[in-house]
């Protein structure tokens, strides 16, 4: 189990543990679950393991799925690109090959090799092999991971972002050259670009320097606002809820205000003047490992764990549908989960747009710490 | 179950930190409703600094 599975868990559980009602729910439940399903299926596992296939990456759309009358699976959805680099070179086919199966029990065959997903990584089975073996603690045997290049969820949510923003704002940019006042979609969008130009940049960086950060930042901010947003459809993207992109937005702020720092910033940090001599070292120690771990640190694992939190929280309240069904009733159990869940929904907006917002201001922040030239006295 | 008590103190402390700025920032904006957009600012940039640290400390405790 990595690190983001399990700090998802955690939080996971950390969130569902401080709503007291869904606490209730899971318990009461436990007792009374055997006589619906026939004690096949155990509910509350079910809804945790659902809730972390949501926050995984995974290799295709799952809008929905059913057990039919007959005791099929049915699914919903659409499959994705599947491009792998193997010990053959490169393979591509579409996840649909796979039939929604997650633990290696289809094999796909393809360009004389043999593939198997396993919790959303594809496998490569060595050549002898005919089925995915396991050892105790449920390792696969005689397969191995291929270097993943696919067009998974995660992949296609930051495409789709990316075209989006290109496709707003050269509109937006065109209309400049013959009108005044934009309109259409550009009226909406540079009301935002100015906020990010007067509130963030300008306070923040200054007003002889902001001018040459505003491309970053206003990057920054629509490609998180938007990606935030898309986590709110029933698509399910969950972009900035994967740690290695909120990593990845961090470095980029890191390199930004790293690579513009000024003689000022650097003498303030490495040999900080006005303090005595034996404490510079100690203090230049504090300042690197501030501006070079704990800035991008708090950075990347705010957003993070604000959007898994936020996702975890509306799926948990989702799943109350199925858990309070006996106290409730169906239209019951459904009409409180609903209403909690559009509740929800609506704060998640106001997080999606606060969590743009504060990543924009403390790059903006950061950065102006970085330019910032002091006066000699 | 450790983890849940280390998570819940993280959360009160949070919550006292938070309670403290959220209250100040009130109470200035009530002095002086001029500054009010400012305050806000400042109490957002606060806040979101106290967030990190108590996600920081929820990752690192397991």
């Not at chain 1, 550009?186 to 902001?210: C, F, Q, S, T």
């Not at chain 1, 003689?263 to 900080?272: A, E, G, P, S, V």
């Not at chain 2, 009130?26 to 600094?49: D, F, H, S, V, W």
């Amino acid at each position: 189990m990595n690190i983001a599975q399990k700090t998802t868990k955690f939080l996971t559980i950390a969130v569902i543990a401080l709503f007291t009602t869904v606490n209730f729910a899971l318990n009461s439940n436990e007792n009374n679950q055997g006589e619906e399903d026939g004690g096949k299926v155990n509910t509350k596992s079910e809804i945790t393991a659902y809730i972390q296939h949501h926050l995984a990456d995974s290799h295709d759309f799952s809008l929905f799925s059913y057990t039919s009358s007959e005791g099929e699976r049915k699914h919903f959805g659409f499959p994705l690109p599947v491009i792998v680099w193997t010990s053959k070179g490169l393979v591509t086919f579409m996840s649909s090959a796979f039939h929604h199966n997650d633990d290696g029990h289809v094999i796909v065959e393809k360009g004389g090799l043999k593939f198997a997903k396993i919790h959303s990584k594809i496998y490569e089975l060595d050549s002898n092999a005919a089925t995915v073996s396991f050892d105790e603690s449920h390792h696969a045997t005689n397969a191995h991971k291929v270097l993943d290049f696919s067009i998974t969820k995660s992949v296609f949510g930051i495409l789709l972002a990316s075209l989006l923003i290109f496709l707003g704002f050269t509109k937006l940019a065109k209309q400049y050259k013959t009108k005044a006042i934009p309109t259409g979609l550009g009226r909406a969008l540079e009301p935002l670009v100015l906020y990010v130009r007067d509130e963030i940049a300008r306070p923040n960086i200054g007003e002889k320097k902001y001018r040459k950060f505003m491309p970053y930042l206003l990057t920054v901010f629509f490609f998180i606002w938007i990606l935030n947003l898309m986590g709110l459809t029933p698509f399910g993207f969950n972009v900035t809820g994967q740690i290695a992109i909120t990593v990845c937005l961090a470095l980029f702020t890191l390199v930004v205000y790293i690579s513009n720092g000024t003689k000022d910033f650097w003498m303030h940090t490495l040999w900080m003047p006005g303090v005595p001599k034996l404490l510079r070292p100690i203090l230049a120690v504090l300042e690197l490992a501030g501006f070079l771990l704990i800035k991008p640190f708090s950075l990347l694992v705010r957003l993070f764990a604000n959007i898994t939190a936020g996702h975890s929280v509306v799926m948990g309240i989702a799943a109350l549908m199925i858990l309070l069904k006996t106290q409730f009733g169906t239209v019951g159990a459904t009409g409180i989960s609903f209403a909690l869940t559009l509740f929800l929904t609506v704060i998640e907006i106001l997080v999606a747009f606060l969590q743009a917002f504060i990543f924009t201001m403390l790059s903006a922040l950061f950065i102006g710490m970085a330019v910032e030239e002091h006066e000699h006295h | 179950m450790y983890n849940l008590i280390g998570a819940g103190l993280i959360v009160i402390g949070g919550g006292i930190g938070l309670g403290q700025i959220g209250g100040k920032a009130m109470e200035g904006i009530a002095r002086q409703p001029e500054a009010a957009g400012k305050i806000q600012t400042a109490m957002i940039i606060i806040g979101a600094l106290l967030e990190g640290l108590a996600f920081g400390a929820l990752l690192l405790g397991k």
